[in-house]
């Protein structure tokens, strides 16, 4: 075995005649990098884990792309300009829908909300993945009345359940016995529940001709064509595909433009936090320096001796750099047990609740990255490589006649 290596091993290990405080410090320098270092693979894995889980809801509840009107209003012909969107490369599905605001009113109570129309086939969103009550059924029930779905707290300020007759009418200027509201009943059969708000508290979802019939609209009319990609990787690239080949009036709008605001709150939860968490890691690696100068002061006789017999200034320096390299391994495996240990954990028992009216999920979400461990790791040797230099360095030039002769 390396003679640095054999010293360096035996010097971290410890001897009987160690002081206690030496072992403390070596202990304090241990677990400040195993603090450091789980502390920020466990804040990276849940920034992944939040940017993953709200992306998945987004991407999978909305459109990945919509077309409509320049001037807001219904597109006449909707089921054309639906079949040439559907033929565009990338594009896995081009649906007609109709949108509006309207007022939904059960036995209970009244709320406004946002109404959209789809063929009785299905949503191209995966809606149907987030029905918490009931079934995604918008066919027409056993009651006469065609079924509609509910966002979980819409159906719980007007107080309906499955089963729940529901009154929807609209109303164009002030009500008069000249102006009546278009009024429609539906059958509550669906609840659904994705965690974000501005889904679940205000978004009912129904058959189009329902709609079509609400406003006094052709079949073929709808203000909004739906689209969704094969690849959601490649949104972006189909958006521009798109754009080039619509022509006014129509306007194109990713996903990514509609729901911009959650995105830029993600993204920035993304690059501020692993930031502010590693400044733990730069502390725990600078403490080395005052770790590793308490062994070279402990050890000034031991170097005094080594010195006597031979051992040059780079074997000195090299064995109290190890001792500090051991310390920063140590302290970098037990963080690694550390985060995986709490993976487990929250994976299993979410350990850690949150209000899903601000976070938009129950409880903290964890996504591990193989890459992050690599880079905390790297970055953590490194700084403690670094931070021991000095007192290694220290300890290489240190005079053993007057080493020897300390404390006489």
Known sequence: MNFSWYIAGKYFKG?????????????????????????????????HGFKSTINEKIVGFAPHITVNSYINDTIVRADTLETFLGNIPNVSNAQSVMTAQVMIQSARDVSGSALKGVPETGDVTNLRDYIQRGEYDIS??????????????????????????????VIDGLPSPFNTPEILQFTLTGIYQTGLARF?????????????????????????????????????????????????PYVVESIFQRYRNIFAWVDLQ???????????????????????????????????????????????????????????ITGLLIGIAISLLFYWLQVNYGII????????????????????????SV??????????????????????VKVLSFGK
């Not at 410090?25 to 920020?40: D, E, H, R, T, Y």
């Open 270 to 328: 993304e690059e501020t936090i692993p930031l502010v968490i590693g400044v733990m890691i730069i502390v725990a690696a600078f403490n080395l320096i005052g770790t590793v100068l308490m062994m070279v002061l402990e050890r000034v006789k031991d170097i005094g001796i080594l010195k006597t017999i031979g051992a040059k200034n780079k074997v000195i320096r090299r064995i109290f750099l190890l001792e500090g390299l051991f310390v920063a």
């Open 15 to 47: 001897t009987k005649r160690e002081s206690r405080f030496l072992s403390f410090i070596k202990i304090m320098a241990i677990g400040g990098v195993a603090i450091g270092s789980a502390g920020l693979l466990i804040a990276l894995s849940i920034v």
């Open 200 to 248: 679940d508290d205000n978004f009912a979802l129904t058959d189009i001709h329902s709609v079509q019939q609400l406003f006094n609209a052709s079949p073929r009319e709808a203000n909004l064509v739906e689209i969704t990609v094969s690849n959601p990787d490649r949104i972006e690239e189909t958006f521009r595909s798109i754009q080039e080949k619509i022509q006014f």
């Open 379 to 400: 970055v953590t040797i490194v700084l403690c490589t670094l931070a021991s230099w000095l007192p290694a360095r220290i300890a290489a030039k240190t005079d053993p």
């Open 353 to 376: 609740p949150l209000s899903e009216e601000n976070y938009y999920m129950s409880t903290a979400p964890v996504e591990p990255h193989f890459l992050d461990f690599i880079v905390v």
């Open 140 to 169: 027409v029930q056993e009651s006469g009345l065609r079924g509609i779905i509910l966002g979980t707290s819409l159906a719980n300020t007007i107080g309906a359940t499955i089963g729940s007759r529901v009154t929807v009418y």
